[in-house]
T-cell receptor, first 109, second 116 residues
């Protein structure tokens, strides 16, 4: 079956760095998305990786290893507004998104 | 550019009642998605339209849920009759295309449904 695994919850300190991991098992693979979702709001797009390696976008970076079925989202210089859920989603061979349950990130002052 | 619009934002009904949600995607987006998101879980795809045709409705409980996208633009999702376990946020999303390649999905604000 198809599966996305990511930690349920993480806690980090304002100003620090946090890495949110995601492993995936899908029938075929056409890329991996990260979305941010604040409580009570809709998900918003953060990144898309289809090739191995690190993609940097400001304070956020996303990494992909296709051979390991693994991705991570790296958040630097954490701010209180980064408190949210981070959803990992993989695009399978039918170009359907398989979603993880999300990682709730709590930022403490 | 206007985003994905949904209404209502909140709805409270009793079990066995009917409810309908409306979605207006971003202008020009061919693909429209309805998701169900239960608290603490990721979105679950209910149905995907490409223009006014259904691409995937494999996870839509067809005995009680129905959806349509007339004229390939707006869409409605209906639940009849509702059950307690239907309490969730119903998200509508749209993308320019579907199928091969990268298609970022843009989400609406969602409708929070509470079934009592």
């Amino acid at each position: 079956g198809q599966n996305i695994d990511q930690p349920t919850e993480m806690t980090a300190t304002e100003g620090a760095i946090v890495q949110i991991n995601c492993t995936y098992q899908t029938s075929g693979f056409n890329g991996l998305f990260w979305y941010q979702q604040h409580a009570g709001e809709a998900p918003t797009f953060l990144s898309y990786n289809v090739l191995d390696g690190l993609e940097e976008k400001g304070r956020f970076s996303s990494f992909l290893s296709r051979s390991k079925g693994y991705s991570y989202l790296l958040l630097k210089e954490l701010q209180m507004k980064d408190s949210a859920s981070y959803l990992c989603a993989a695009l399978d061979s039918n170009y359907q998104l398989i979603w993880g349950a999300g990682t709730k990130l709590i930022i403490k002052p | 550019e206007a985003g994905v619009a949904q209404s209502p934002r909140y709805k409270i009904i009793e079990k066995r009642q009917s409810v309908a949600f409306w979605c207006n995607p971003i202008s020009g987006h061919a693909t429209l998605y309805w998701y169900q998101q239960i608290l603490g879980q990721g979105p679950k795809l209910l149905i995907q339209f490409q223009n006014n045709g259904v691409v995937d409705d494999s996870q839509l409980p067809k005995d009680r849920f129905s959806a349509e996208r007339l004229k390939g633009v707006d869409s409605t999702l209906k639940i009849q009759p509702a059950k307690l376990e239907d309490s969730a946020v119903y998200l509508c999303a749209s993308s320019e295309g579907a199928g091969e390649g990268y298609n970022e999905q843009f989400f609406g604000p969602g409708t929070r449904l509470t079934v009592l």
